[in-house]
């Protein structure tokens, strides 16, 4: 297998990356427009790009993921893609008719300079954006950034073209999820729920991208956050987002813009996070937390004292998402499991400090890296074994070559289901991840186990 050929001797490739840790910024933008109820993404560039961004997320989700697209050719590849971008406005609003159109940038419409607000403009001028309609638009030139720096992008020109404040506050929190799945947004609403919390959540693909198998097709599905709500969300008593790469940007933009108090916190992704995340909820909001909450709380730490003796000293490398990793990492070491090697894709210094900072008590030295690639990952694993891998699909080369368990958590999973239906986050979303990791270190352990050692009960 190729993989094989990856030596030990690991040099500076300032710029070289070789199987990157992260896909591109479009991607992300694209995901989180799916989550405005009525949303048609709209990728201003070529085709290809499109089909590359829309490709990624249906392999990821499984559902069929719709977007339009500027299409650019020469003539506008030299000349600029304006004239494609109001003809493009024109048509998905006849043909389509979404509430709205989210328009992000690619590599080349960036290079070329193209100034979208003012195609929009011209589009209202020739009036091919019906009244009650909206296109919004955000930057996501891909040679900045990665796949959550897209989904941020996005995430923050929704506040920037929808939130407004009347001066009359609403008894409602706005969460922003972060880039998580489907799932851990219907988890999260389900725990808000729970505490009798009314929150706005967006964007929020649950409903659009994990939709029930009707038998009928629906343009647009019943899920994503509305208008109406995105509008709403200047008057909220708070902000908490979740993730401080992917949610805190449209944080301080509403923070900015309507004066709604902020609070970022880690995606609640581990029994001290989710935690945090419920504190944070509960003064927010002004509740009490139900004994529902906790009895989810006390399942967790029940499994977690129970099984302490698997986990126990065990080897992890991880490869993702800054916000995820961090999470993860803190949750690994609640664990009392050794969180070895860590890779994510999207750049940023500050995510090797925070990283730094959680694994300052770890006994043995943590090697941490942004802005890298899955060639260095494997790199050191070859040179210092781990137990378990914990990544995308794309980590089933390592996983295969250097013979170690992997456990999927991440973006994309496109050899996997579980990720669409059931969440990572919250106590239940800790049960899961606690889960997997047990069945991973298990089989492996019946897998090696002499026949006079293996176990029937654990
Ligand atoms: S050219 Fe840029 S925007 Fe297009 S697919 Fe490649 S990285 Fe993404």
């Not at 024109?90 to 290079?111: M, R």
């Not at 973006?411 to 990720?419: E, K, N, Y």
């Amino acid at each position: 297998m190729f993989l094989r050929h990856t030596t030990t001797d690991i040099k500076e490739r300032g710029t070289l990356s070789i199987n990157p840790a992260k896909t591109c910024q479009p991607i992300g933008a694209m995901y989180a427009a799916l989550g405005i109820h009525g949303c048609l993404p709209h990728s201003h560039g070529s085709q290809g790009c499109c089909s590359y961004h829309r490709s990624t997320l249906t392999r990821h989700y499984k559902e069929p993921v719709m977007a339009g697209t500027s299409s650019f050719t020469e003539g506008a590849s030299v000349f600029g893609g304006g004239a494609n971008l109001v003809a493009a406005i024109d048509n998905i609003f006849t043909l389509y008719s979404p509430d709205v159109i989210a328009v992000h940038t690619t590599c080349l419409s960036e290079t070329i300079g193209d100034d979208v607000p003012s195609f929009v403009h011209q589009a209202k001028m020739k009036g091919s954006i019906p009244e009650g309609k909206y296109v919004i638009h955000t930057n996501t030139p891909s040679y900045v950034g990665s796949h959550v720096t897209g989904f941020a992008n996005m995430t923050k020109s929704m506040v920037d073209y929808f939130s407004e404040s009347t001066g009359e506050a609403r008894d409602q929190i706005n969460i922003i999820p972060g880039f998580v799945d489907p799932a851990d947004m219907a988890e999260i609403k389900r725990i808000a729920a729970m505490m009798e919390v009314k929150i706005v959540i967006f964007p929020d693909t649950s409903g659009v991208l994990n939709a029930p198998q009707t038998g009928v097709h629906h343009m647009y599905p019943e899920g994503g956050v509305t208008v109406p709500q995105l509008i709403s969300t200047g008057d909220s008593r708070a902000t908490l987002a979740l993730g401080q790469v992917a949610s805190a940007p449209a944080g301080e933009a509403l923070n900015s813009k309507c004066k709604v108090p902020l609070e970022i916190l880690d995606l609640p992704i581990g029994l001290l996070a989710t935690d945090r995340f419920i504190n944070a909820l509960r003064t927010a909001a002004g509740v009490e937390v139900p004994e529902s909450v906790n009895d989810e709380r006390g399942q967790l730490i029940d499994i977690v004292t129970d099984m302490e003796q698997y986990f126990h000293g065990k080897r992890v490398a991880l490869a993702g998402d800054p916000d995820q990793l961090v999470a993860l990492t803190e949750f690994l070491i609640t664990l009392g499991m050794v969180p070895a090697h860590i890779v994510t894709g999207t750049p940023g210094k500050a995510f090797e400090k925070k990283i730094e900072e959680i694994t300052a008590k770890c006994p043995v030295k943590v090697n941490v890296k942004a802005g890298s690639d899955l060639f260095l990952l494997h790199q050191w694993i070859k040179n210092d074994q781990v137990d378990l891998i914990i990544g995308n699909t794309y980590c089933k080369y390592i996983a295969r070559d250097e013979d170690i368990p992997l456990i999927r958590v991440g973006f994309p999973i496109v050899d996997r289901i579980g990720h669409i239906y059931s969440p990572i986050v919250g106590y239940k979303g800790g049960i899961r991840l606690l889960e997997k990791i047990l069945d991973a270190i298990l089989d492996r352990q019946d897998r090696d186990a002499g026949e006079e050692n293996i176990e029937l009960v654990m």
